[in-house]
C-alpha cells in the first residue's frame, strides 16, 4: 500500500538520522551528554559513556593501523587492495560489534532454560498436562493410549493410573480445592474421578540400561515404560465417581468451572455442555460455532468460559449474566487450537495458522498483540507470575513470549532433551519451591519437566 511505504520510507529515515547522529557523537560525548542529561539515569548514561569509550579506543587503533599501511603503500605492489579489504573488514566487525554490545547492554536478560525431569509410562502420544491447584506436588497427563496418570512431581513416579474409558483421554484438569480429575474422552463422554493418592515416596526411581541400548524406535520405548510400570507398581482406577454423557461425537476437553461445582465440556459435535458436577445433570448446551471444538477453558476466578473451534473463532460465554452473553472473537485463518484466560481482562489465543494472539475482554475487534510463528499452535499456557506465554508447536519446538508479543527464547531441542515429535500441550506451575515451573508433553509419549529461571534486570 502507498501508506504503508511511506512509512517505512519515514522509519527508515529516522534510522538513519539516529545511526548518523551516533557516529557524529561518537568521539565527542558533550552533545549527547546535554540531550540526555535530562532522562537518563546516572548509571545508564555512565554506562554509555564507558561503551563508546570503547568504541573509540578501537576506532583509533584501526585509524593508526590503516595511517601506517598508507604510508607503507608504495612497497606493497599487489598485495594493496587485499590489506585494504582485510582493514575495511575489520572496521565493519569491530563497529557491528560494539553496536551490539550497546544493545544486548540495555536487553533485558534471557532466562535460563533446562529439562529436569522426565515422565515415562504412557503407551502412545499424550494430549495434555497439567498440574494440580492443591498443596500437593503433582502432575496430570491424558493420553491417547487410553488412560490418565497422576505423577509425583519431584521423584518422576506415577502414583495412580486411571483406565475408565474407552476411547482416547483427550484432556485432564484437577478440580480447584478438592482431590478429583476431571478428563475427556473420544467415548464421548467425560468423567470425574478420586485422585487422592497415597504419601508420596522420596525414592526417586533409577534407570535401568541392561541391554536398553540394543533396541531402537518404539520398541525401546515400550521396554522402558514396562519397567517403569513394573518397578513403580502403579495403582489403578478403573471407576469414576460421576460420568457425565450427552454429546455425540468426541469429547475434546472438560474443565472445572471457578467454584467446582459445575463442568464444562467441549465435543466435536459442535456444542459445549455445562454439567452439574454432583448430580451430573445438563444445565445448557452451548452452540454457535459451524465446527468441532477443539478446547474449552474456564475462568478460575469468575463465571467465564472460551470455547476454541476449527471455524477459526472462538466464543467466550458469560455466564454471570442470566441471558448468558456471548461474544466471538475473529482474527484467525485457520482452526483455532486453544484460547486460555491471561488474568482478568485477556484471553491469548493459538491456532494452526502459526499465530498467538492476545485480546482485550472488552474490546474484540482486534488483537492488542500479534504473535508470528514457523508452525502451527498447540494448547498454549500462560504463566500468571511472569506474564509469560509459553507456545507448544507441531515442529517439536516451545517458544516463551511475554503477554506484550516480545520474544523471550525458545527452549532447546536436541537428542538429549526435548521433545522428538510435536508438542501438544504446556502448563505452568505457580507454586513457589517446586522443582520444575513447566511442563511439557507430546507424541513422543515424553513428558518433561522444564526449570526456567526467570532472571530480573538489574
Not at 532466562?111 to 502432575?139: K, T
Not at 505452568?428 to 522444564?450: A, H, I, K, P
Request: aromatic content about 6%; proline content about 3%; hydrophobic content about 30%.
Amino acid at each position: 500500500m502507498p501508506g504503508d511505504n511511506a512509512n517505512k520510507a519515514k522509519q527508515k529515515l529516522e534510522r538513519g538520522n539516529r545511526r548518523h547522529q551516533m557516529r557524529t557523537d561518537v568521539t565527542g560525548m558533550s552533545r549527547y551528554e546535554s540531550e540526555c542529561e535530562g532522562f537518563l539515569p546516572t548509571e545508564q548514561r555512565e554506562k554509555l559513556h564507558n561503551l563508546f569509550g570503547q568504541i573509540e579506543k578501537e576506532f583509533e587503533s584501526l585509524y593508526a593501523e590503516n595511517q601506517a599501511y598508507s604510508l607503507d603503500a608504495p612497497d606493497l605492489g599487489a598485495s594493496k587492495p587485499k590489506r585494504a579489504t582485510q582493514i575495511s573488514q575489520k572496521i565493519k566487525t569491530t563497529y557491528k560489534a560494539s553496536t551490539s554490545k550497546i544493545v544486548s547492554s540495555f536487553r533485558n536478560p534471557s532466562p535460563n532454560y533446562s529439562v529436569v525431569r522426565s515422565y515415562r509410562g504412557h503407551r502412545d502420544g499424550v494430549w495434555e498436562v497439567s498440574v494440580s491447584r492443591s498443596s500437593q506436588p503433582v502432575l496430570g497427563t491424558a493420553s491417547a493410549d487410553n488412560t490418565a496418570r497422576i505423577w509425583c512431581i519431584g521423584t518422576n513416579q506415577c502414583l495412580l493410573q486411571y483406565i475408565g474409558h474407552q476411547g482416547s483421554v483427550n484432556s485432564m484438569r484437577f478440580h480447584p480445592n478438592q482431590e478429583l480429575a476431571l478428563t475427556g474422552s473420544g467415548d464421548q463422554t467425560a468423567h470425574i474421578w478420586g485422585a487422592h493418592v497415597s504419601p508420596l515416596s522420596q525414592n526417586v526411581v533409577k534407570s535401568h540400561s541392561s541391554g536398553e541400548d540394543d533396541i531402537d524406535g518404539s520398541e525401546k520405548e515400550d521396554v522402558v515404560d514396562d519397567m517403569c510400570d513394573q518397578i513403580q507398581e502403579v495403582s489403578t482406577l478403573r471407576t469414576p465417581t460421576m460420568e457425565l454423557s450427552g454429546h455425540m461425537g468426541v469429547v475434546v476437553a472438560a474443565d472445572w468451572m471457578a467454584e467446582g461445582s459445575q463442568v464444562i465440556t467441549a465435543s466435536w459435535d459442535r456444542s459445549a455442555i455445562l454439567f452439574d458436577a454432583e448430580t451430573g445433570e445438563q444445565i445448557i448446551t452451548l452452540t454457535g460455532h459451524d465446527q468441532e471444538l477443539t478446547d474449552v477453558r474456564a475462568h478460575p476466578t469468575q463465571r467465564l468460559a472460551v470455547t476454541s473451534s476449527k471455524d477459526t473463532t472462538f466464543r467466550l460465554f458469560d455466564m454471570r449474566d442470566p441471558n448468558l452473553l456471548v461474544n466471538v472473537f475473529q482474527g484467525h485463518s485457520q482452526p483455532v487450537t486453544s484460547a486460555v484466560f491471561a488474568g482478568s481482562e485477556n484471553v491469548v489465543s493459538g491456532s494452526d495458522d502459526r499465530t498467538v494472539k492476545v485480546w482485550d475482554l472488552k474490546n474484540m475487534r482486534s488483537p492488542i498483540a500479534t504473535i508470528r510463528t514457523d508452525s502451527s499452535v498447540n494448547r498454549l499456557a500462560v504463566s500468571g507470575s511472569h506474564n509469560c506465554i509459553a507456545i507448544p508447536h507441531d515442529n517439536r519446538h516451545i517458544r516463551l513470549y511475554d503477554i506484550h508479543g516480545n520474544r523471550i527464547g525458545r527452549l532447546p531441542r536436541s537428542n538429549r532433551q526435548g521433545h522428538s515429535k510435536m508438542v501438544t500441550s504446556v502448563c505452568w506451575s505457580e507454586t513457589e519451591n517446586t522443582v520444575c515451573n513447566l511442563f511439557s508433553c507430546g507424541f513422543d509419549r515424553q513428558v518433561l519437566g522444564w526449570t526456567i529461571n526467570f532472571q530480573s534486570k538489574e
